[in-house]
């Protein structure tokens, strides 16, 4: 049963550890939606992945991630360094193309 929806922009917001809460969500986290404290692609402010991908890890999580961006400089560059991230930080990444191209399993 999932019904946790951690987004990074909001967690950096109201959590004080991002890692520990998504930890504490555990069974709970029906996907995670990837964005950076400024809403631009992930690596272009100041939060750190590496604990949140560490922790995903250990909780086995098998859920999908998606990601968003504001399209700084540009739409193609905001998209480029999303996927650079995503392939940085997750070492298992299966395209799903039965459902979608662009939907990503971790």
């Known amino acids: 049963m999932s019904n946790c929806y951690p987004t990074c922009f909001t ?17 709970f986290v029906g996907y ?19 604990p949140i991908v560490a922790v995903l890890q250990d909780i086995q999580y098998a859920g999908y991630a998606s990601a968003e961006s504001l399209p ?19 070492r298992y990444i299966e395209e799903r193309p039965e459902n979608n191209d662009d939907v990503t399993q971790l």
């Open 11 to 27: 967690c950096n917001i109201e959590e004080t550890d991002l890692a520990y809460a998504i930890r504490a969500g555990g069974d």
């Open 32 to 50: 995670l939606h990837f964005v950076d404290s400024n809403r631009q692609a992930v690596g272009r402010s100041h939060l750190d992945y590496e």
């Open 72 to 90: 700084i400089p540009d739409s193609d560059e905001s998209a480029r360094q999303t996927i650079e991230s995503f392939q940085k930080y997750f």
